[in-house]
C-alpha cells in the first residue's frame, strides 16, 4: 500500500510540477487555507466521529483482502505509521444488510492526500477492499453519497492552487467541479444526471469561449485560472458522461479555441489518467 501509493503521490505531484513551479504566493493562501479548523457539524467529520467502530481488542483477528488476494490483519493497517492519521467505521452503505469497512487517513503533504478505502463484508471479521477514492476533500453525506471533487487534481492546471476564475455577473458559469459517487455492490460509480446537466456545462465552456486568450509570461503562472475552469468542466463530462474521451475531446475542440490548445489537452488527459489509476470509480 505504502509503495502504491507513493508512486500515485509522485504521478500527481509531477503533472502539478510540470505544469509550473509553485508560486511563492500560492504558499501563504495555500497554508493558511490547509490550517482552517473543520466545523464539527461537517458531514465527513460525523461520519467517521459517530459511526460503529471495531473494537481495538479484536484488529489483530479481523483480516483484510486486498485487491491482489493478500491478506492481512487490521491491526497492521490502522497501527501502520504511515497511517497514524486514519480512522475507521462500519456502516451499510448500500442498504443490503450487511456493513462496509470504511478507513479514511490522510497522507501528509499540502494539497495531498487523503485515501478513502472501503472494504465489503466477506464473512465474520474478514473484509475484501473494493474501492480506492485518492486526493482529498470527500464529503460523506448522512445518505452515504460521496461528494468528490476534482480541485485537488487539477489545482495547478496553469495556475497557482489558490487562483480560479471569477465571473461576478449573474450569468456566471456554475460550478460542477464535484462528482456524486455512490457505493453498491462492491462498487462505486458516478452518478448519472439528466440531460440538464449536460447542457450546464455546454453553457459554462461557451461562456469559458468567449473569454480573451492569455499569454503565457515570465511569471511561471500562466493565467488566472481560465484553463483550469475548462479543465474542471471537461472532467466533470467525462466521469459523469461514461469516460468517453473521444467525445470529451470533441467537446474540448469545440470550444477551446486558443493557440495552446494541443498543449493544454496533451497536459487534461494525462490529469484524467491519473485520476484513474489512483480511484476506484
Known amino acids: 500500500m505504502k509503495k502504491i501509493l507513493s508512486i500515485l503521490s509522485f504521478v500527481f505531484l509531477g503533472i502539478s510540477a ?3 513551479a509553485q508560486d511563492p504566493r500560492d504558499t501563504l493562501v495555500m497554508y493558511a487555507k490547509d490550517s482552517a479548523v473543520v466545523p464539527e457539524t461537517e458531514p465527513t467529520v460525523l461520519f467517521f466521529q459517530n459511526g460503529e467502530k471495531i473494537p481495538e481488542s479484536i484488529w489483530g483477528k479481523t483480516l483484510l483482502i486486498s485487491k491482489t488476494k493478500k491478506v492481512s490483519k487490521l491491526s ?14 462500519l456502516a451499510d452503505l448500500d442498504n443490503d444488510g450487511k456493513k462496509e469497512l470504511v478507513v479514511n487517513n490522510f497522507t501528509g503533504g499540502a494539497h ?49 492552487y489558490a487562483c480560479s476564475y471569477s465571473d461576478t455577473s449573474d450569468e456566471a458559469p456554475l ?18 444526471t439528466d440531460t ?14 468567449e473569454q ?26 467525462y466521469f459523469t458522461y461514461g469516460k468517453n474521451l473521444a467525445a470529451t475531446q470533441q467537446l474540448f475542440n469545440k470550444y477551446y479555441k486558443y493557440p495552446d490548445a494541443k498543449k493544454v489537452w496533451t497536459a487534461f488527459s494525462r490529469i484524467l489518467t491519473a485520476i484513474r489509476s489512483a480511484n476506484t470509480f
Request: negative net charge; glycine residues 6%; hydrophobic residues 35%.
Open 18 to 20: 510540470a505544469l509550473h
Open 76 to 89: 497492521q493497517l490502522l497501527k501502520n505509521p504511515d497511517m497514524m492519521l486514519s480512522e475507521h467505521v
Open 112 to 160: 495531498c492526500c487523503d485515501e478513502l478505502l472501503i472494504y465489503k463484508n466477506a464473512g465474520a471479521n474478514k473484509y475484501q477492499e473494493a474501492v480506492r477514492l485518492y486526493a482529498g476533500n470527500v464529503i460523506i453525506t448522512p445518505d452515504y453519497e460521496f461528494s468528490y471533487s476534482l480541485h485537488e487534481h487539477f489545482g495547478y492546471f496553469f495556475t497557482c
Open 175 to 192: 460550478d460542477v467541479s464535484r462528482l456524486s459517487l455512490l457505493y453498491k455492490n462492491g462498487k462505486m460509480s458516478v452518478v448519472q
Open 196 to 209: 440538464e446537466f449536460k447542457s450546464i456545462i455546454n453553457d459554462n465552456l461557451g461562456k469559458l469561449s
Open 212 to 237: 480573451p486568450y492569455q499569454k503565457p509570461g515570465d511569471d511561471p503562472i500562466v493565467d488566472d485560472g481560465l484553463r483550469k475552469e475548462f479543465a474542471l468542466n471537461l472532467a466533470a463530462y
